[in-house]
């Protein structure tokens, strides 16, 4: 079974990333994908100071992302950048986390003005640390209702997620053929 690892960079209890995430989790389920999702509120402040690499929830949170086949990371755009929590989790992380395997970046803003964080700022992040990355999806926040059961109020991006989706798994049942070509 695939597993996929989603993580959410908003700071915000009640937050348009998380539901986006819940509804693409849900949509993976759907295909027979095992979903964990973690966000930045899972770890206690202190952990982001000194991190404890042996202790719940980072270690968990590690243990996961190594057994992943991919990844979903959403964002909120604060300042033209992820937030900075994002950030800070994903320094916390190895720099070869995401081992090669599909990462599908997700940002949401409130202009049009902003749809370019996701390629100079989200984007590059991951690919360094060793993400595939996809061409990702910048939703704007007045076109995600995060009270609906299907939060993407807009038939364009509901269609762009799910080929990127497509895409995702599509990469990893061609790495998963050649493994099996090379044993």
Known sequence: M??????SGSPASDSRSDAVLEYIG???EK???KVSTFSVRDLPPEQ???PDYRGEPLRAMLEALSEAD???IASPVYNLFMTGILKALL???PRDVFGRKPVLPLMIGGTEKHFM???FALKPVLAFMKGKTLSGVYLLDRKVDKRA???LADPDIQRRIERQMDEMLQMIKDKRCKEMKRS
């Open 2 to 7: 695939d597993k996929m690892v989603m993580i």
């Open 26 to 28: 849900k949509q993976f």
């Open 31 to 33: 295909r027979g994908v």
């Open 48 to 50: 982001f100071f000194q």
């Open 70 to 72: 991919g990844y979903v």
């Open 91 to 93: 320094d916390l992380l």
């Open 117 to 119: 964080a996701l390629d």
């Open 149 to 151: 059961e299907n939060p």
